[in-house]
C-alpha cells in the first residue's frame, strides 16, 4: 500500500491499513444474482503483489453495509491457503436466484449477501468479527491488512470509497494491484472478472465454487452424497466446500427454510449413509424441479434448529447445474413398524450422541437419521397428534405400539417414548393442510424427504399426502353426579381473560357445563387477570370469572361462585401482565365453602387442630408462598368445602412448567429434565401440608389437584405422593386411558386428580375433549372425581 500523507490523515474521515506490497483486495463484486448479472454469485478477490507467498491461515475476509446502522455486524468469512505471488485468492459469497454463469472454483466460501451498490470489504489478520463502523475507528485497528469501501459507503480508505459498482459492475484493482490507500483512486468499475488461485475465470474452471476442481461442469465431482453425510450425525465434510455433487431433485421447500433436497440414486452399501442432502437457499425460493437431475456445489453445513437439537445437514450457499429434468425420483425407504426398531436412542450419560457411530439396525432415530434427507413413505398410518395451526400433524407408522383406548400412542414411561411416532407435514402449498383428529387415518401412501426440526425431530415433508379417512372422534360427556356424590374437577383453561373473544368462552364454558356435567366444585388453572396479557399491575379476576360464569349459566350450568387469591403482579409467572391464577368455582345450591379471612398473596395458610375438628386458618390460603419452591410460579390454593355436613379439603396447583428441559429427540441422551427439580420442591411443599392435615385428622378428606406438568411415573409424583398420604387416581384407570394431554404425538399425563386415604369411595374420569382434537377450546383435558363422602371411611 502507498503512504499516507499526514495532511489526508487528519483531513480525511478514512479508514486505511499500514502499507504493504503484498495481500490487498483486488476486486469485490456484490450483484452475483441479482438482476441482469451474468455471474450467480457475489465474490472478493484477493491479490498479491509480493514476491513470496502470502500466509491466510487465521485470517479473514469481513463485510459491512454501507451506511451502518448501530445493529450492523460485521460478517464474516473465514479463510485458509495462501495467495501465491503475482497470484489471485478468490473468495465465493452468496448466490442470487439470477445469472448464468458459475465463478471459477473458489479458494475460499461464504454466504453473504453482499450488496450490489455499496458497502466495505476488510481483508482482516484473524476470524473474530471487527467492531468498528466509522472510518476513524476502523483505521485504528491493527487487525485490517487491507479495506475497500464501495458505492456510497462509510467506511472506506482515503478521499471517497470506489464508485460504479452495480449489479453488472464490479470495483477492482489494475493489473498491477497498485495501492495508494485512496479506494476512489485505487479501484474502478468495470465488468467482473474473477480469477481464482489456478488462474481459472468463468467459464475456464468448472463452475462449482468449490470441491475437486477442473473438469467438465457437466460432470460430476468425486463427493457423493453418502460422503457427505457420513456413518455419525455430524457430516465429515462439514465446513468444506463441494463440487458437483450429483443426485436427483426429491422436494421442493418455497417457504420457511427455503431450499430443496437431493438423493443420490447409485446408494453405497453402508446403511448407516443417507444418500439425500437438504440444498438450503436462504432468502432465494428454489428454481429447480422435482425430478431434476442437477449437479450442486456449495459449503456443506451442519445447521442447528436450537442449542439442544440435532442438526440436519445441509449444502449452503449452493449453485446448480440442472442436467435434465423429468427423471424419476430414487426408491423410497419404507417405514414400518418391521423396519423402525424398537429401541428408540443410544444414551451417552447425558452427553451429546453427535460421534457416536449410527446403529439404524438397533435404535429408531438412528434409522431416521441414516434417512435423513431421502425419500420416505409410509401407508395407511393412524394420527395421534392432532393437525395443529403450523400445518402440522403426527402418525405412527407402528399402529400396535402402545394404542390408546381412542387411537393416540401412549407415554408410560421414560423408556418408551414411542417410536413410530413422525410428523408430517406438505411440501404442496397450494392445498389446504388436512384437519385431523387422533385416531383418524392417513390412508394410501404418504411420500416425501425427511427432514428434521426443533419441535418435534424427525418429519416427513410430503410431496404425495395420503387421504385423510375421518374416523369420527367425539367429546366425551361424563355422567352427572347422583345426589349424594361431590363432584370435584379440575381444568386448564389456558389464559383466559375477560379480553377473550366471547367464541373462546362460550366453548370452555360448555366444557364445564355440558362435558363436565356442573361439577360441585371446579379447580380452573390459568385463569389470568381482568386485561390478560396487558401489563398495567391489574391483578384481579372479576371480570374474567364474571364472563365465563355467566357463560356456563347461559350453557345450562349452575349460578357458579368463586373464590381466588390475587397475586402478587408479575410473580407467579406465566404471560407477562397475565397474572395467572388457580380460582375454585363451587355450586352454593350443592356445597358451600368456609371463608376465614387473613388469606393473601404473601401470606401462608396453615392447619391447626380445634375441638370442633381440622380446620385451615385461611381460606382460601396459599402453601408456603414464600417458599423458594414457588419462585416465580403458581402458589398452591387450599380451601374448605362443606357437603352434607362432611368437611372436605380441596388444593388447587399449577405446578413449573417444563420450560428449558431438552427434548426426546435432542442430541443429549439420555435428556436433561432440569425443570423437574423446582416441581420437586413444590410437591414436596404440597406433601407436607397434606401430611399436616393427616396429623390432625388420619380422616382428612382432601384433593388436591391441578396441572403438576409432570407424569404419572415422575419423580414429581413420587415426592407429592411419599408416605402414601395421596393416591394418584390416574393410576386407577386402564393403562391405555392414562393421559390428559398430548405433545409430540405421545399422549400423557399432566394434570390430575389425587385423594387422601379417607376418600376410599369415588368414581373417577378423564374427559377427552381437547387435546386429542384440531379444533380446541384449551390444550388439556379436564378430569372429576365423585366421591361418595357418607360411604367414606371415618374414624
Known sequence: MGVASAFAITSLPAAYATPSATAVIS?????????GATLTRDFVELGNAGSAAYDLAGYSVQYLPGTPSASSLWQVTALSGAVAPG??????????????????????????AMSA??????????????????????????RIVDLVGYGS??????????????NTAAVARGAALGDTDDNAADLAAGTPSPVNSAGQTPGSGDGGDGGDGGGDPTTPGTVRVHDIQGTTRLSPLAGQTVSRVPGIVTGVRTSGSKGYWIQDPAADTDSRTSEGVFVYTGSATPTVAVGDSVLVSGKVSEYYPSSTSQSVTEITAPTATVLAGGNAPPAAVALNAADVPAAYIPTAG?????????????????FYESTEGMRVTFSDA????????????????????????????????????GTGRLEVMSLDTTAAFPSADVGDELSGTTTGPLDYSTYGG??????????????????????????????????????????????????????????????DVVALEEIQDDNGATNDGTVTSEATLKRFTDAIRAAGGPRYQWRYIAPTDNQDGGEPGGNIRQVFLFNPKRVSFTDRAGGDAVTATSVVKTRKGVRLTASPGRIDPASDAWDNSRKPLAGEFVFHGETVFVIANHFTSKGGDQPLHGRYQPPSRSSETQRQAQAAEVNSFVKSLLAADKNAKTVVLGDLNDYGFSQTVGTLTAGRVLTPLITTLPAAERYTYVYDGNSQTLDHILTSPAVTHYDYDVVHINAEF??????????????????????
Open 382 to 417: 393412524r394420527v395421534v397428534g392432532a393437525s395443529d395451526a403450523y400445518g402440522e400433524l403426527w402418525v405412527t407408522v407402528k399402529p400396535d405400539e402402545n394404542a390408546t383406548a381412542r387411537g393416540g400412542t401412549l407415554y408410560s414411561s421414560y423408556d418408551q417414548p
Open 87 to 112: 497470484g489471485r485468492f478468490l473468495v465465493a459469497e452468496a448466490a442470487g436466484t439470477g445469472g448464468s454463469t458459475a465463478l471459477p472454483t473458489a479458494d475460499a466460501t461464504g454466504s453473504v
Open 27 to 35: 476486486e469485490v463484486y456484490g450483484g452475483g444474482g441479482n438482476s
Open 117 to 142: 451498490t455499496s458497502g466495505t470489504i476488510a481483508l482482516v489478520s484473524g476470524t473474530t468479527a471487527l467492531t468498528c463502523k466509522t472510518a476513524a475507528d476502523c483505521a485504528a485497528d491493527g
Open 774 to 795: 384440531a379444533d380446541q377450546a384449551s390444550d388439556h383435558d379436564p378430569q372429576v372425581v365423585r366421591i361418595d363422602v357418607s360411604r367414606c371411611r371415618r374414624g
Open 458 to 519: 424427525y418429519n416427513v415433508q410430503a410431496t404425495q399426502l395420503g387421504t385423510l379417512v375421518d374416523n369420527g372422534l367425539k367429546q366425551e360427556v361424563t355422567r352427572r353426579q347422583k345426589s349424594d356424590e361431590l363432584a370435584v374437577a379440575t381444568y386448564n383453561v389456558e389464559n383466559l381473560d375477560a379480553l377473550d373473544a366471547q367464541e373462546k368462552i362460550d366453548r370452555l364454558a360448555h366444557g364445564v357445563a355440558v362435558n363436565l356435567n356442573s361439577p
Open 350 to 366: 447425558g452427553g451429546s450422541i453427535e460421534s457416536l457411530a449410527l446403529e439404524p439396525g438397533v435404535y429408531a432415530q438412528d
Open 153 to 166: 459507503a462509510l467506511v472506506r480508505e482515503g478521499s471517497g470509497p470506489a464508485t460504479g459498482a452495480s
